[in-house]
């Protein structure tokens, strides 16, 4: 039977309740959205007593099915004042799942400071000391913690920016060899786990196996159908070599890769990023490096990497695109090792490395340092591990950043920095950030795999191909599935109703999954327009709508009335 | 006739157009209300290129009539993000009115760098180069502006905060002898005047003369009959005595007072901060000192006073009760010559001094430096005007100090910092703060007179309460008048109608005037609406809902639906 665990920081109660009715239906992102509206005050302050932050693995956590350990986080922002889910790869969705966690959630904030632990196994969940933690990197605590808890288990952090309340923190998370450091990095949820004085969550599934589901050899046959499947996709072979990074070249190509704080769209020293060289250097450099490699045990696609410094010994792992786009070209960097260093220092402090990226692009556009400035952007970092008062700063994201430093090209909506893909030069990413619940996130519905059949720098179409792209996003996050496993369900969309049926005995189709993705999406948003942050007071940021982009010579022209039209788009049921 | 005049600071272009039609009836805040609404997107950045900086007296200035001068100062607020009207006394309201203008409006941002002043006189209006004056203090900027303009100028200037563009920055002006320094303080407006790249406005009324009026004879004698009501009131001995600062022992006594980051409503030094206490300084000091000073030409109430240092040097002038409550007891410092120092700072920075005491009251919480520390509070006022990075913190105001610093106790309301009324000791305030389209702030309807009738702890009457005070604070901003001269209205509520009926010609009631201040709330909400600053989403910090705050042991108890019904009670149109 699956539980909802909650935790009282404050007062130390913690009970488990089975899921019962309703909510045997809610998974990932729509349980986030259901417990928020339901239990949060949408005008409670994100840093207080009254918000929750809640662990959620998806329908298919703790089973067989490839990339189905996804764990959906998520609270009330404290950078977006609205819902917020944040996604991850790593270890820890999973086992949380095979404990027959649906849902863990942290309740309240401590009345006296001392950091804590909290530790899930099969006898059960309690509290642990976590003082010795204090202050210390990510990689340090998942050190310390794999020492003190064994090799075993699934880990959930923050690092000092979490302790700081800083909120461009977020949650890491690692994976079975405790070498990646993944992030559900979206939205500040670092910062809230850190009020409720939560260092770190262990989380331990030794004698709980995968479930094997409602109708145990359907449910085989058809995670079997689905990994085929993916495995036969044309795409996972450029995954596997190159990663995300893969996209560095098309981006720059498509003219919509941020480049020296989103004042241009490509970036004259490209070569020295793409996927391609990334490739080729972790190959040269051989040691620890490695491409290829998976961020969750069972995944087939395998799109992580570990790259190495010239020694061969490892600095990041994985190397991103998101990350290569805002940490690199948007701060004007031209070298993977440069964007390796800052990577690295960001998964350490406990930051998200796309908030920090524009946070850094800010910096370099208030002349602070001059935009290349590898070191400088790296002292930077240190100066927020350190919480000096310029850390203080930029600790706090870019919009905050921004303000402080009297900048006026700020790139964020609803406070939130925008990711790798300026909307000048793909409209459909911006209508997804401005009208997406979630804000500026390319993970809530991404134009950029669709810019061959709609034209990115036209207005036609955004509307339709931003709602077909959020619905299906929400359905993977419901599911607990990899947006990289979404290849499987475009060509046969009835796959999922099949696993979920088989799993779990449901009723179900895939026009009613979509109907349940577009219920869970209503929901966020009632949630937003109650917080005061509804997509009708969101936009693109005023100097996307006036400065053109180079090279197209773009601006955003897509108004917040047009874009209000796309709540009147019927889903689409028929396909994927 | 009266002119709207637009001062385009990117194109140059400057036009002047009669008003007409509605806008004939239009004064002060209720004009900028309707411009906001009518030409300014809700949803734009309020430091860029969309938002208007608005300059408005009110019906009665221009006049004869007592104290009628106020300046309304209106923009999108980028503390609240919502309207905002801040007024301030000086002669630059008078003079203004008087060259017949209704309202000067600032649009657009300018593309270049480099600071501009306004220069407004019967001729005209042009533009001069302020270039000269970056970096100046206020005090500073009035000496050379009257060195280069002459002694008889009015004027409306930015210190060096508001050319940094930190939104806890306010519009200076002063009196006829360049003594006063006197604030639109509230909202951040000295930013959005700094985002328009105008550091001063010069006006220069040679040449005019007071409106005689439509029925002179009838408006002479009205304006007498409303000065003669005011001087025959007897509070205007305390408030000549004593000036604002008169009810720091009744603020204390009622346990409402600020105290060290608003964990407390009464201070143990409070008989050094007291009215009283002021009044006797100023006299055994002597020198400049001054008690019964008038902030502008023709008032008769003369509220403000010189504070003078020991050597009877002036110190600051005016040293009122927001700021001896927030500066003050609030920062835990119970001296008037420590406060005095804060106060000349933020003044000379051109900082909101209620902001600001907010702001060093969280650095105290947060540790930076103890309780009562003027040494400390003062060195963190240079860090603004030298723009550290602490300074850029401190800058923004208490929400943006209080996230940047980790605290949790932040005494803000919809971002804006709260001023010296605990809303948990005076609940009717609290009500004002939320619901208010002005947010925080005690000028939008002040419960603290009410005390005395209405039970300050108890939920009764507070909405009734405060739906009252905000109309009569709304009705005062249309005309120009001060909050204080609101005495002759009570005893004759229909005196208004009669100025402006011999003034204007019009046909006008009391209850017809209650009706355009109830219209203006209206559209002030409907902007705040749409901007996603609507009260439904405003709520008093938490820390007031759940901190009893001594001596009284009580919370804010009102929740944000109890405080809605306020927008049902139908609004009082036999008194004022």
Known sequence: MMQIVRVNVRSGKITETPVAGEQAYYGGRQLIAKVLTQEVSPICDPLGRYNKLIFA????????????????????????????????????????????????????????????????DRRGIRFAKGTHLSGHTVSETFTILREQYGNSIGLLVIGPAGEMLMTAAGVATTDREGIQIRYAARGGLGSVMGSKGIKAIVIDDAGTTNDAGHDPDRFKETAKRFTDLLLASPKIEGRRKYGTAGIVAKANELGLLPTRNFSAGSFEEIDSITGARLAELIAERGGEGR???????GCVIRCSNVFPDADGKRKVASLQYENIALLGSNCGIGSLDGIATLNALCNEIGLDAIEMGGVLGVTMDAGLIPFGDVEGAAGFLREIQDGTPLGRILGQGVTFAGQALGVRRIPAVNGQGIPGYDPRALKGNGVTYVTSPMGADHTAGNAFGTAGTIDPLAKKGQLENSRGLQIRAMILDMSGLCLFARGPLVES??????????????????????????????????????????????????FMRVEPLPPHGTVYDLTNEEMQAIWKIEPETSRF
Chains 1, 2 share one sequence.
Request: net charge negative; glycine share 14%; aromatic share 4%.
């Open 57 to 120: 693995p998806g329908w298919l956590g703790g089973t067989v099915v490839t990339t189905s350990g996804r764990l959906s986080i998520g609270a009330k922002s404290p950078l977006t004042g609205g819902v917020k889910e944040s996604n991850v790869g790593g270890d820890a969705g999973q086992k949380l799942a095979r404990l027959g966690i649906r849902a863990l959630i942290l309740e309240d904030v401590p009345e006296e400071v001392g950091l804590r632990i909290v530790h899930v």
């Open 291 to 297: 491409s290829g490699t998976a961020c969750m045990s």
């Open 493 to 542: 969309p009835g796959l999922l109703a099949d696993l979920l049926s088989a799993r779990f005995g449901w009723d179900i189709s895939f026009p009613k999954i979509v109907a349940m993705a577009v219920d869970t999406l209503e929901t966020e948003r009632a949630f937003n327009d109650r917080a005061g942050v509804s997509d009708r007071f969101a936009d693109v940021p005023e």
